[in-house]
């Protein structure tokens, strides 16, 4: 979602920096970008909608200014257009924000009966118009800025400049990430560190409710009207980045990264880091708690833990999680599952949990993110930069640690077997094996075009199939923008059936031999009502059924199965995407970090 840098240093980097910045944001997804500086005294703002490419194509970047600020936006109020873009400006401030002001129609009747009035759509003029009214009226930024968080409900991560002040730039944060990256004699100010990562390796994170001022060399900052000390961390390595290879999107080089990242990540925990892991001996519940692809993973860590450990598991949707009654109490673990770390639901729910001390665990990629700085233990998935829009690596890695998860938990019940063990080493083996050979042989599907055209597109399976019919038929729309839905594989006959025509694309995923059967029956309801069906299946289970396109996947065992049967889907979403020529990396109106509710 919306994207924010800042910069203060050397007149003669302030576009390069701006510009880059907002470059390494755009995989947050947006729709329109803009900048302001200051240049011979005024302030200059332009802004453009579409790709960033269209506002590099209009600033001069020989520009001198040794202050800027830049924003990607992802519409909430107000459609896409260059009025609604930000940054926005009233009388002598000027803003880039990231969140939503809540009360913005009460703030903004106010600020009207005072004679103020509105070009834009959006809340963040209401937010800037907030602002410039309580500098007039103090004369001093920070205290107008005190007096405006008073006021705003919502979240907002803001960075703006103030005319009468050519040597510092204004922060305040609450509920949406926003960093500072500190260089010599220049200070970077950013949604994340990718933005400022190639510059400088130094930087401190804003928490909720901070406030300040930051100047080439020195930053103030604020909590309840008091300056506090903030901690400088160090990122390890400047590894943040990563950039497409040969390949022609990131999404297709993230599904390539799968084979590393997971030789790793399993290799990371079951050697070094096994101590990370909580006493697991006092919990009698687990909820897992996430959105989109991430819910799909937990629902997958659902289907391992209740089979293999015959432990009970709820997994939850945080936007619901977060208004509903919680059961959980000193005896629940609550396990957080998020690639960005920053996901608004995502994040309340934590807090929620924490408030209540109920103890809690995240698995989550990026480091030092707001999520993992909210839970008792952090599982990293050791994923990389994650730039596609569509999550990949993110989600098998996410799977991959519910596994790595079920062993240690069960080890400390004493439960995890020898035939156990031996089972897990087999199927690691199998799946590093045959996972790359794999990847080369889904990269040809002959029959695309039939579920091109398609009003709909199916999705069915049972147990963990169904979870993995979820995912798939998730990238599938966002990325091909195919419409498509996935059903329990025995819910089809209950109301969805009538919808299976002639052509109609059902896809079967069936790799669990407990159910094969079962799903082989919906099948044939399918078929025989003229669907089109094309059955995911393993190597070794019965393939003398009449299908009308099958997808082979290798046996490689239950504890490992789902990581290996997504990766056919996922590249299938990539093909069918390429085939009609869509912006597989950014799809439209998707973000990457959904920091908004
Ligand atoms: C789908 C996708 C989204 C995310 C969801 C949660 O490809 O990427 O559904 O999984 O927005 O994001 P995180 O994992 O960052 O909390």
Request: some cysteine.
């Amino acid at each position: 979602m919306c994207g924010i840098v800042g910069y203060i240093g050397q007149k003669e980097k302030t576009m390069n920096v701006l510009l880059n910045g907002l470059e390494r944001l755009e995989y947050r997804g947006y729709d329109s970008t803009g900048i302001a500086y200051f240049h011979k005294n005024n302030v200059e703002i332009l802004k453009k909608t579409g790709k960033l490419n269209q506002l590099k194509n209009v600033v001069n970047k020989n520009i001198q200014s040794e202050i800027g600020i830049g924003h990607t936006r992802w519409a909430t109020h107000g459609k896409p257009s260059e009025l609604n873009a930000h940054p926005h400006c009233c009388g002598k401030i000027t803003a880039v924000h990231n969140g939503i002001i809540e009360n913005m129609n009460s703030l903004k009747k106010k600020l009207q009966d005072e004679g103020i009035s509105f070009i834009s759509d959006t809340d963040t003029e209401v937010l800037v118009a907030l602002l410039n009214y309580e500098y007039e009226h103090t004369n001093h930024m920070v205290t107008a800025m005190e007096r405006t968080m008073s006021q705003i409900i919502g979240s907002y991560a803001v960075v703006f400049i103030n005319e009468d002040d050519k040597d510092c730039l204004y922060v305040m944060k609450k509920d949406s990430p926003l960093l500072l990256g500190i260089g010599n004699q220049e200070t970077y100010i950013a949604s994340d560190m990718s933005a400022f990562c190639e510059f400088t390796n130094q930087y401190c994170i804003l928490d909720d409710e901070e406030y300040g001022v930051v100047e080439k060399n020195h930053y103030h900052i604020y909590k309840d009207g008091k300056e506090i000390k903030k901690d400088i961390e160090k990122i390890e390595g400047l590894s943040c980045l990563s950039n497409k290879e040969a390949y022609d999107c990131y999404m297709h080089k993230e599904i390539y990264d799968i084979p590393k990242i997971l030789k790793e990540l399993f290799t990371f925990y079951e050697d070094e880091h096994s101590h990370l892991i909580p006493d697991y001996k006092k919990y009698h519940k687990i909820q897992i708690v996430a959105c989109g692809s991430a819910y799909h993973a937990g629902m997958i860590g659902k289907c391992l833990f209740e089979q293999f450990a015959n432990f009970p598991v709820e997994v939850e949707y945080a936007s619901e999680y977060r208004y509903k009654t919680i059961f959980a109490d000193e005896n629940t673990l609550v396990i957080f599952v998020s690639q960005s770390g920053e996901t608004a639901d995502t994040i309340a729910c934590a807090k929620k949990i924490k408030s209540m001390g109920v103890d809690s665990l995240a698995i989550v990629n990026v480091y030092n993110s707001t999520l993992s700085r909210l839970t008792n233990y952090v599982y990293y998935m050791k994923a990389g930069e994650e730039r596609a829009v569509a999550t990949t690596k993110g989600y098998s890695s996410q799977v991959a640690i519910f596994v790595i998860l079920l062993r240690e938990w069960m080890k400390q019940q004493k439960t995890w077997s020898k035939e156990l063990e031996a089972m897990y080493q087999d199927g690691k083996e199998k799946l590093l094996k045959v996972i790359t050979p794999c990847l080369k042989q889904y990269e040809h599907f002959s029959w695309i075009s039939n579920l091109i055209n398609q009003p709909s597109n199916f999705f069915i399976g049972r147990r963990s199939d169904y979870a993995l019919s979820m995912e798939a038929s998730l990238k599938l729309k966002e990325v091909s923008y195919l419409n498509s839905s996935a059903y329990a594989a025995g819910e089809l006959k209950h109301g969805t059936i009538s919808l299976i025509e002639e052509k109609t694309p059902v896809f079967a995923i069936a790799t669990d031999e407990y159910t094969y059967s079962k799903t082989k029956s919906n099948l044939m309801e399918v078929k025989a009502r003229g669907g089109y069906v094309i059955l995911a299946t393993l190597d070794t289970l019965d393939d003398s059924i009449d299908v009308d396109e099958k997808i082979i996947i290798p046996d490689v065992n239950p504890l490992f199965q789902s990581i290996m049967t997504i990766l056919p889907f996922q590249l299938l979403s990539y093909h069918v995407a390429k085939k009609l020529k869509l912006d597989i990396d950014h799809p439209r109106n998707l973000a990457k970090s959904v920091t908004v509710e």
